[in-house]
């Protein structure tokens, strides 16, 4: 009796997992590392969607569209989350996103709408120094070009922050950008696939400045103790990034899907990212923000292009800084 009280307990239990449906979430790598949101965001999801929350990386931002684009209908993914304005234009283009439907409000910088995406996180790109060695950081992209200073940056074919650097580059300068990036040339250490790699070439001491966020020295601030980090204000303004998810039209669970991008506007996730992804949250969380981030710069003007503008000049502005690096 006591075996087939067990086989039955055990044949339940495969039945249980076998009928609880899953959600998978294609994300780049930071975001599901250990001190990453993924973890944190996994786990109060699951508390109230009687589902399996499943990431699945792909690499930096870009080579998730790139990925996507190869899969097609056929990925596994149901939801993708970490493109950016910079991508959606593309994204919106492949056929592959449904529209959301949600209607919360998110609280950016900008006015945002766009029927297939909903933003998660926002924040400026800016290059990181170290006070400790660099007493007087470049002003702009002519000061850094002018200078012996050493930066690392990420590839824009395969990364979002590699992406808003050159269209950043090129809002600035226009026509002029190709210019720029020559003079950048010999400023530059590596190019790395995402920022990942970047940020840690520059922690381990690669190089005097890393393409990151204004966000990042709230990183050291609150979670080291450490105030040694900066970000570098740019007289040419900082470049906006607001990440974004969007649900798959091929997916098998489009309520669950609906469900997490839902997720998305609530406490509940929004509270995870000022300190695990140290961006600011697309929703202001009901205790505000950590102290930590009262201490950093504040732009005095934001660039951004419109996401419908961005495939064009991103392949001019993309051609513009190979070239320069080439020769």
């Not at 979002?160 to 580059?169: D, E, R």
């Not at 202001?284 to 934001?302: D, R």
Request: charged share 20%; glycine share 8%; net charge negative.
């Amino acid at each position: 009796m006591r075996y087939l009280l067990a086989a039955g307990l055990m044949g339940a239990a495969t039945m249980a997992a076998a009928e609880t449906p899953v959600l998978t979430v294609l994300t780049y790598d930071s975001f599901t590392s250990e001190w990453g949101p993924g973890p944190i965001i996994e786990k109060a999801f699951e508390a109230e969607c009687a589902c399996d929350l499943r990431f699945v990386t792909g690499g930096d931002g870009a080579a998730l569209l790139s990925r996507l684009k190869m899969e097609g209908a056929a990925s596994e993914a149901d939801v993708v989350l970490g493109l950016d304005t910079n991508l959606t234009a593309e994204a919106t283009a492949t056929g592959l996103f449904a529209p959301h439907g949600q209607d919360w409000g998110a609280n950016l910088p900008i006015a945002f709408a766009d029927p297939n995406f909903v933003p998660y996180d926002w924040g400026w790109f800016a290059f990181v120094y170290d006070k400790t060695k660099l007493a007087s950081p470049p002003k702009g992209f002519e000061d850094l070009a002018a200078s012996d200073v050493k930066i690392v940056i990420q590839d824009p074919r395969s990364s979002t922050p590699g992406l808003g650097l050159v269209l950043w580059v090129k809002q600035a300068y226009g026509d002029r950008a190709g210019e720029i990036w020559t003079g950048l040339a010999d400023n530059i250490v590596t190019v790395t696939p995402g920022w990942s790699e970047a940020y840690g070439l520059f922690l381990n001491g690669e190089a005097d400045m890393v393409l990151s966020y204004t966000t990042s020295p709230a990183y050291h601030i609150g979670a080291e103790k450490d105030d040694s980090k900066a970000a570098a204000p740019f007289v040419e303004g900082q470049y906006l990034q607001v990440e974004v998810a969007g649900k798959l039209a091929a997916t098998d669970q489009p309520e669950l899907a609906d469900k997490f991008l839902a997720f998305i506007g609530t406490d509940a996730f929004q509270t995870a990212i000022p300190e695990t992804n140290w961006m600011y949250p697309a929703v202001t969380p009901a205790a505000g923000l950590p102290a930590s981030f009262s201490t950093l710069i504040q732009p005095e003007k934001t660039l951004l292009i419109p996401p419908a503008e961005v495939p064009e000049i991103a392949k001019a502005a993309v051609e513009e800084w190979r070239a320069a690096l080439s020769q």
